[in-house]
């Protein structure tokens, strides 16, 4: 279920790596990020999600930035 992270209880906001910008935290969820069939043996982890003000690209970090596929499809 996601949630509000305080900025000292997450690494510092990342760099948007389409456009350079600063990305700003949404939220946070606490998950394997595995699909379901997996997800109950894998640890689970915080994965923040960011949005780009410059370009509108959506970011999630968990272990790596990886672009929205959802966002990246309304953008074109």
Same mark, same amino acid.
């Given at each position: 279920m996601p949630h509000i992270v305080s900025a000292t209880d997450r690494p510092p906001d990342?760099?948007? %790596?389409?456009?350079g910008?600063?990305?700003?935290?949404v939220e946070t969820e606490?998950?394997?990020?595995?699909?379901?069939?997996?997800a109950?043996? /894998?640890p689970q982890i915080p994965i923040h999600f960011y949005d780009c003000? %410059?370009?509108? #690209?959506?970011?999630?970090?968990? #272990?790596?930035? /990886?672009p929205d596929p959802v966002r990246q499809i309304a953008r074109g």
């Open positions: 990342p760099d948007c %790596e389409s456009c910008a600063t990305l700003v935290y606490i998950s394997s990020g595995a699909f379901r069939t997996q109950a043996s /894998m003000p %410059e370009c509108g #690209t959506c970011w999630k970090l968990g #272990t790596r930035l /990886m």
